[in-house]
């Protein structure tokens, strides 16, 4: 817990400074018990904004090559992914999909905090893609509020395709809590569906974007 306080501190500092970001919402982030973060997903740096700018802890995936990588960068990078809370995960496999959601549900039964993008991966071109029903399924499982969010100018940060990051303003907007009825994992893949698209009508209307009815693809596919 201290290595992540001293991370985030540091790294919510750097973001303040340099970004000026306008944080809304703040308001709607509750101070205790499960919740799920389902943010619009733009640029490489999402999630450290996420972790960084909330309240209360939030853990997000993170591919698992950030956590072997070999040499002083790979621990650098093992050293501040864990700081800042995320999870590693294969990428790709759906068994390492399927256990990185178990490991998501085992954090929201102790109470805490994580963060999915229901989109799946980054919107090079813009557009809000269909979500994938994962948060759906975390949302019926636990019973957990899901907090919308829409980030809005993060691509600017860090376009993709380069390396080299670029000092933005941006705007991080958090909408009212969404609360589905609790029905364990069982529940049936209709109402899954129907909870994922009400997420992401919360996430549009927060960030703005132009939807999409198909799903985002990576690059490699």
């Known amino acids: 817990m201290v290595l992540y306080e001293a991370t985030r501190g540091l790294t919510r500092g750097l973001i303040s400074g340099l970004c000026r970001p306008t944080v809304e919402g703040l308001e709607h982030v509750p101070a205790q018990g499960p919740v799920i973060v389902a943010p ?3 640029s490489f740096l999402d999630s450290v904004i996420v972790q960084a700018l909330m309240p209360r802890p939030v853990a997000f995936f993170a591919k698992a090559e950030y956590f072997t990588t ?3 960068k790979g621990r650098l990078m093992k050293t501040f992914f864990e700081g800042v809370g995320s999870i590693p995960v294969e990428r790709g496999e759906q068994a390492a999909s399927v256990q990185a959601l178990r490991t998501l549900l085992d954090i929201l039964e102790d109470d805490g905090g ?3 993008y229901p ?3 980054r919107s090079r071109d813009g557009l809000l893609y ?3 029903t994962g948060v759906g399924w975390l949302a019926l499982t636990t019973g957990a509020p899901v907090l919308p969010v829409g980030l809005i100018g993060t691509e600017k940060l860090q376009p993709a395709g380069q390396n080299r990051i670029r000092p933005q303003h941006f705007r991080m907007r958090i909408g009212a809590p969404l609360q589905f009825e609790k029905k364990g994992p069982g529940h049936s ?3 899954r569906r129907s909870a994922t698209d009400d997420i992401m009508d919360a996430i549009a209307a927060l960030s703005g974007q132009q ?3 198909s799903y985002n693809q990576s690059p490699a596919a």
């Open 40 to 42: 619009n997903h733009r």
């Open 70 to 72: 070999g040499g002083v």
């Open 114 to 116: 994580v963060g999915i």
């Open 119 to 121: 989109e799946g991966t």
């Open 130 to 132: 269909r979500g994938r």
């Open 189 to 191: 893949l209709p109402a």
């Open 211 to 213: 939807r999409s009815q």
